[in-house]
T-cell receptor, first 115, second 115 residues
Framework: AQSVTQLGSHVSVSEGALVLLRCNYS??????LFWYVQYPNQGLQLLLK??????LVKGINGFEAEFKKSETSFHLTKPSAHMSDAAEYFC?????????????FGIGTKLQVIP | ETGVTQSPTHLIKTRGQQVTLRCSSQSGHNTVSWYQQALGQGPQFIFQYYREEENGRGNFPPRFSGLQFPNYSSELNVNALELDDSALYLCASSDVSGGLWNEQFFGPGTRLTVL
């Protein structure tokens, strides 16, 4: 069974500081991993995805994530936080379950950016 | 390219009533998935439709049902509404023929409140 664990339901950083959002996954097969962002009262928007082509994945808005198989981690980082980064972030893993694509989401991490 | 759209945006129902939510998939996508996102939680998988047939289901009772139409639009029906059904319902479309690494594209969601 696949799963993701997001450590820290709330993270606060100062504007300009490093953003680090943690995600650990569990999957019996090589995983496909995603980070999504959700702004208030909106749907989810893809930030980036890991598909085994490269362990360091660059996404939109200056975010990137590194796949570390030995640590079963896929942490999301951004060198310098901006006020517009305040949102909720979800890590997700995709795999095949029976005949369908199953995507399992973490509980989310709410990022607060302090001016 | 038209994105995923959902209707209505908001809905208020009372216990015991029935509700139908609608989703229009992104052009070219053959798969639609529905998720329930309770307040403060990550999206929980309800079911998935591929070429008009349900091919995967999460841990939701049979009173949650759906349809996918030849144009790949979809409906989520919930009968005998309960207070715990209050949530944001998200529709996501994807093209799984390309592989499990293809991301899902989300609509803005329908906020359902059950009184």
């Amino acid at each position: 069974a696949q799963s993701v664990t997001q450590l820290g339901s709330h993270v606060s950083v100062s504007e300009g500081a490093l953003v680090l959002l943690r995600c650990n996954y569990s999957s019996s097969v090589p995983p496909y991993l995603f980070w999504y962002v959700q702004y208030p009262n909106q749907g989810l928007q893809l930030l980036l995805k890991y598909t085994s082509a490269a362990t360091l994945v660059k996404g939109i808005n200056g975010f990137e994530a590194e796949f570390k198989k030995s640590e079963t981690s896929f942490h999301l980082t951004k060198p310098s936080a901006h006020m517009s980064d305040a949102a909720e972030y979800f890590c997700a893993v995709s795999g095949r379950s029976g005949g369908y694509q199953k995507v399992t989401f973490g509980i989310g991490t709410k990022l607060q950016v302090i001016p | 390219e038209t994105g995923v759209t959902q209707s209505p945006t908001h809905l208020i129902k009372t216990r015991g009533q029935q509700v139908t939510l609608r989703c229009s998939s992104q052009s070219g996508h053959n798969t639609v998935s529905w998720y329930q996102q309770a307040l403060g939680q990550g999206p929980q998988f309800i079911f998935q439709y591929y070429r008009e047939e349900e091919n995967g289901r999460g841990n939701f009772p049979p009173r949650f049902s759906g349809l996918q139409f030849p144009n790949y639009s979809s409906e989520l029906n919930v009968n005998a509404l309960e207070l715990d059904d209050s949530a944001l319902y998200l529709c996501a479309s994807s093209d799984v023929s390309g592989g499990l690494w293809n991301e899902q594209f989300f609509g803005p969601g329908t906020r359902l409140t059950v009184l």
